[in-house]
């Protein structure tokens, strides 16, 4: 999946505008979610050598929410959607410096 990052309008994860995911997360809880995504975190997600681990996290966490879609294929796309918001809430972040 590839998301572009030009703009607010075109990004999008799973069809969802960055405008749509950034209304949701102003609320509580998700709000105090999003806080949590530091720059720190964010550059853990996005780093290449924790891949693996970032699939295999996921995968567990499918096992235990959603198991008729915890297969390896699912947790890819799945991960590679955290990385995608990683990527934008780093921007937001970075801009926010």
């Known amino acids: 999946m590839t998301n572009t990052m030009q703009t607010d309008d075109n990004f999008s994860i799973g069809g969802i505008s960055w405008t749509e995911i950034q209304a949701v997360l102003s609320k509580d809880p998700y709000k105090q979610a999003s806080a949590k995504m530091t720059k720190s975190v964010c550059n853990l ?6 891949e693996d681990k970032l699939i295999d996290a996921v995968l567990k966490t499918l096992e235990k929410t959603d198991p008729e879609n915890a297969i390896y294929k699912h947790a890819v796309i799945t991960a590679r959607q955290v990385q995608d918001f990683a990527r934008k809430r780093l921007e937001e972040i970075e801009a926010e410096s």
């Open 45 to 50: 997600v996005l780093d290449k050598e924790n």
